[in-house]
């Protein structure tokens, strides 16, 4: 019996075959990606965090290419400890296998179980403390990392990114003049207490704790600052812990 294809089954049952070819096509590909697709994501935090620790000239060096051999050479992960809200070690967790980004955006997870990841590394002799932030910028996510110098307060290196800030506007907080703008600031007072931060837009910039904002990019500023205070805070507290 010859099949009729000018048939309402006919196209049907051709539109089901191809739509299911199609997904099965679709869904292999993911499968055979998945792999390229974390490496490229365990990359790309390496990089990020090699950049807070590295000076503008440096950090335009780094490359996919070579981001996991400095990344070796400088950090040493087995010194990597993951922190509570209160500031306190959590036992049995990998630093750098937690993801900040995701439990930010889980709204059913709890402050209380939240990490908070900081990697030790060792550059040109010197101690070095890598600090991770999330936030909220005007249009999505923004995230960065702060290195603190040997004295557990001064911040010597930055880093950030975003997912969808204004280019021009927001978006200028990956730029080296914001970046810089960070360096030399302490994130604790001479007790050790965790001093809060000020994005400000009227210059003032160069008084203590005060660092100054982007230009047309107020909310997305204000959300490095908030993300900033809320997250040193807790690397604060550690911080003093250890150094009593």
């Known amino acids: 019996m010859a099949l009729n294809k000018e048939s309402n089954g006919y196209t049907f049952g051709f539109a ?7 997904g099965a096509i679709l869904a292999s590909l993911a499968i055979g990606l998945k ?72 709204k059913n997870l709890k402050e209380g179980d939240k990490s908070y990841p900081l990697f030790v590394a060792n550059k040109d002799g010197k101690t070095l403390y890598i600090i991770p932030i999330i936030g909220k910028g005007l249009w999505g996510p923004i995230w960065g990392n702060i290195c603190l110098g040997e004295d557990m307060k001064t911040i010597v290196g930055a880093s950030f990114g975003h997912q969808g800030e204004t280019p021009g506007l ?5 730029q080296p003049f914001f970046v810089n703008r960070w360096i030399g600031e302490e994130i604790t007072d001479a007790d050790g207490n965790f001093t809060k931060f000020e994005i400000v837009k009227d210059g003032s910039g160069v008084n203590p704790q005060k660092v100054d904002g982007i230009t047309g990019g107020t909310i997305t500023s204000k959300g490095v600052e908030e993300m900033a205070n809320r997250c040193l805070a807790v690397y604060a507290s550690y911080f003093k812990s250890i150094q009593k």
């Open 16 to 22: 089901i075959v191809l739509v299911s070819v199609v």
């Open 35 to 106: 792999p390229k697709q974390q490496k490229n994501q365990v990359v790309k935090k390496k990089i990020e965090i090699l950049k807070a620790m590295v000076s503008a000239e440096e950090a335009d060096k780094i490359n996919r290419s070579n981001a996991e051999s400095m990344f070796d050479q400088y950090v040493d992960l087995s010194k990597a400890i993951v922190l509570d809200m209160n500031g306190k070690i959590v036992e049995g967790k990998e630093a750098f296998n937690v993801d900040i980004k995701k439990e930010y955006k889980d």
């Open 170 to 174: 927001g978006a200028e907080i990956i």
